[in-house]
């Protein structure tokens, strides 16, 4: 694709208006809230020192002192060797996080949820409803600390990469609105690091490159993205200059991921059977992969040589997408229907239930991708 459709497409798009909030120093700013003793002072919410605990979150107060996320505890301790060690209370900021998600589905049902802390919010209905997005991002920081007592901030944007580095700015209790058209200004003076999907090491080789600014980065032509990027070229060309269309995604859009196949003769022989749902739990476990999404239910579809149809079903202890856990519970599902004599026109594999919420993970790291 050359620059010049490109452009004029996204002249004809309407303007999308996106908000990116993330919460200030999450777990630490749960547990001064919880803990009054412990507001105003250097929080550290991790592992243990001994061994090899690493730092969750420290508090604003704590960061002042060199301590930040991933870092193992023994450092953060060496750093900073008043701050207080407090253990992280996962089940309460699921609570918190439960209500916070609640207050962003008030304004717009088109809610991201990126992390326990964090979600994108798409608000193009309401500002073209009248309501300025200043207003929006204000109304929805004021909501979150009346309702919770936590800062939020907030970055509002005409598109998601770029309401997200400016959720980032102004932290803690920060807002920063960038207005229509001032995308690709606001983003050149800062680091190419910023930029989602801009990694440590690929800032770094960037960087040895001679580019260190976004602005640089959106300066290289196309065939240079090709190069470097890959197949990822014209997303990250697209973020550097402020035109990502990347819609918010809330979860809801697929309910279910399944393949299902007809057989050329009718089988009955139980290997034979389970190869081929093998096979489609290859395809399903794919799909699931591709779209990011993790499922608790199994259904299994057969449809016999007489056409009856019916389906089995069960669930999981935690969502997968796991090509041999959906394999080994469609098998179980199938292994209860096999009868001598019986054989099958047809068999399907399929997972639903997915999660609307993130999974918590200790440690997150930076993604590459
Ligand atoms: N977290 C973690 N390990 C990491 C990073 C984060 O366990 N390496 C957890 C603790 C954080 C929460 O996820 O409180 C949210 O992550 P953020 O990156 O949003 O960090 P904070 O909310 O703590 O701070 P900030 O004010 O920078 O958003
Ligand atoms: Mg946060």
């Known amino acids: 694709m050359n620059d010049v459709p490109q452009a004029r497409e996204s002249a004809d ?110 608000i193009t209905a309401q500002v073209e409803g009248g309501m300025p997005p200043l207003a929006v991002a204000l109304d929805l920081k004021r909501r979150v600390n009346e309702v919770t007592g936590l800062t939020l901030s907030v970055g509002v944007g005409t598109n998601k990469s770029v309401a997200k580095i400016a959720s980032d700015l102004n932290k803690p ?47 290289q032509p196309m065939d240079w993205f090709n190069r470097c990027f890959g197949v990822r070229a014209s997303s990250v060309q697209a973020k550097a200059r402020g035109e990502d269309r990347e819609p918010v995604h809330t979860g809801r859009e697929t309910k279910s991921v399944s393949a299902e196949t007809t057989f050329a003769s009718d089988l009955g022989e139980s290997g034979l059977l389970r190869t081929e749902l093998a096979r489609l739990a290859g395809n399903v476990s794919r799909h699931l992969e591709r779209k990011g999404l993790q499922g608790r239910t199994v259904t299994m579809k057969a449809r016999l040589a007489d056409f009856t149809t019916f389906t089995r079903q069960a669930t999981l202890p935690a969502p997968t997408g796991s090509e041999q856990t959906i394999l080994d519970t469609s098998w179980r599902l199938l292994s209860q229907e096999l009868e001598p004599g019986r054989t099958f026109r047809l068999l399907g594999v399929g997972v639903s239930s997915f999660q609307e919420e993130f999974q918590l993970q200790l440690p997150l790291f930076e993604d590459e991708t």
């Open 13 to 122: 798009r309407p303007v999308r208006h996106i908000i990116h909030a993330d919460l200030d120093a999450f777990y630490a700013a749960v547990e001064q809230l919880d803990n009054p003793d412990l507001r105003g002072k250097p929080v550290m919410v991790g592992g243990s020192p001994e061994g090899r605990g690493v730092v969750a979150t420290a508090s604003y107060e704590a960061r002042e002192f060199g301590v930040h996320s991933a870092m193992p505890m023994r450092s953060a301790v060496r750093r900073c060797p008043q701050g207080i060690i407090v253990r992280a209370r996962f089940g309460r900021y699921k609570e918190i996080s439960g209500m916070v998600m609640e207050l962003f589905r008030e304004v717009t049902g088109l809610v991201e949820p990126l992390s326990l802390d964090e979600a994108y919010l798409d």
């Open 173 to 219: 209790d920060g807002l920063v609105v960038v207005p229509p058209g001032e995308e690709a200004d606001f983003l050149a003076p800062l680091a190419v690091g910023k930029l989602w999907g801009i990694g440590p090491k690929t800032a770094e080789r960037l960087r040895q490159e001679g580019i260190d600014t976004i602005g640089q980065l959106a300066a």
